[in-house]
């Protein structure tokens, strides 16, 4: 509605049944919403097909209420009808105001558009959360990219809610999720090959994890959706930096041989990786031929079995810099682990050129909590030392 707009009777089925509470199609009746605003709990259906539920039952507006699940999470949606979406906590004082009010009414009014409120970038509710449960080897998720709220280019045959009795058309509309966050990540990645056009697709993963930010644009930590801190298990290596990105100095690159190598150290039967590779492989001579090996992954992840307490991972660098630079170990130990890097200094005369690494982590027994976090960064020195190489530090101890 615009700026002061109309005061409508507001109703609530706090007391009928969970499809009006929820605003399933057909299930609002016309005598009780007609020309008035609907409060809709979200969940079972699609948040623009409870609008187009309010309306076909002759209501004038819709409130989206959070539920707890959902917490504050503010996601934007193009509606056929007048609506507004609120959080849980005023979801719980504005169902308290409707049940002990004769006739409670509300209106919608835009208070026009507000920039600087928010601390952005932060990790979204829905946004998916690690250890992973098959490979704790690996941290994931990877990293985190814009995905909420976006304004994406939509096809002109369809109306901008996505619903097919919308008659309106666009080129435009608002999305949130991973088919959001996906095209700014597959950008980046294009931008970087055409910095580096013969870089594997690993050396381009490396280089938008290990360049990505961890602070806001306040300078202060990135948040979860849920009010706190994020952590690796959250943002993974943190949030995507493209202009950082196309110049990282320096890479993690893997070869297609490791990744067997990695499935072999997993377990992964002969068949199992046969249906992937659709060739021969041999474990126990790839393993017997591989002793130590630890993917060369841009980020490290340990996790810790039962009666283990200590690891060492092998990580190789490459520069894809400027020659003859030297890049220095920065280490932030996850609280209760002891990390140590060597060699830690690394120096490069040409480009391209390899530097392998160790890192060994060593932790109590028995654990301190479920998982930890720290951070390694090569940061470069001299004159041009701008580039700083950041890999998260992820500990897990696994109950067994």
């Not at 959070?66 to 719980?92: C, F, K, M, W």
């Not at 970038?121 to 490979?135: C, I, M, Q």
């Not at 992964?268 to 126990?284: L, Q, S």
Request: charged share 20%; net charge positive; with cysteine.
């Amino acid at each position: 509605m615009k700026n002061g707009g109309k005061e409508l009777e507001l109703v609530y089925a706090a007391s009928g049944t969970r499809e009006e509470m929820y605003c399933i199609k057909g299930a609002l009746s016309a005598a009780t919403v007609a020309g008035k605003m609907v409060v809709c709990d979200r969940g079972i259906t699609g948040r623009a097909d409870k609008g187009e539920a309010v309306k076909q039952a002759g209501g004038a507006a819709m409130i989206l209420a959070n539920s707890e699940i959902n917490q504050e999470e503010d996601s934007v949606d193009v509606h056929v009808l007048p609506s507004t979406l609120i959080g849980y906590r005023e979801a719980v004082e504005l169902k308290n105001y409707v049940s002990s009010t004769r006739r409670p009414v509300a209106r919608i009014v835009f208070g026009g558009t507000r920039i600087g409120r928010a601390r952005a970038p932060a990790v979204a509710l829905f946004s998916a959360r690690g250890p992973s449960l098959t490979n704790p080897s690996v941290l994931k998720p990877d990293v985190v990219a814009p995905g909420v709220n976006i304004i994406a280019a939509w096809p002109g045959n369809l109306g901008p809610s996505g619903l097919e009795g919308d008659a309106r058309r666009s080129d435009f509309t608002v999305l949130s999720g991973t088919s959001m966050a996906c095209p700014h990540g597959s950008g980046i990645a294009a931008l970087i090959r055409s910095a580096h056009p013969s870089g594997s697709p690993a050396m381009v993963r490396s280089a938008i994890l290990t360049t990505a930010d961890v602070t806001d644009r306040q300078g202060k930590p990135i948040m979860d959706g849920n009010g706190g801190k994020a952590d690796a298990y959250a943002m993974g290596a943190g949030h995507v930096n493209p202009a950082r990105a196309v110049d990282p100095g320096l890479v993690y690159d893997i070869d297609p041989a490791d990744y067997v190598t990695h499935l072999c150290n997993l377990g992964y039967t002969h068949m199992e990786i046969f249906k992937i590779t659709h060739a021969g492989v041999n474990c126990t001579a790839v393993l017997e031929r591989n002793a130590g090996f630890s993917l060369n992954y841009p980020s490290i992840s340990v996790a810790f079995k039962t009666n283990t307490t200590s690891a060492v991972l092998q990580r190789t660098v490459t520069n894809v810099g400027t020659p003859n630079s030297t890049y220095t170990a920065q280490v932030a130990a996850p609280h209760g682990v002891r990390v140590r890097v060597s060699p830690a200094t690394l120096t490069f005369s040409e480009f391209g050129e390899k530097k392998r690494f160790r890192v060994a982590v060593a932790a109590p027994s028995p654990a301190p909590r479920d998982n930890a976090e720290g951070y390694l960064v090569w940061k470069q020195s001299g004159e041009q030392g701008k580039r700083r190489v950041r890999s998260p530090i992820a500990v897990t101890w696994v109950v067994e």
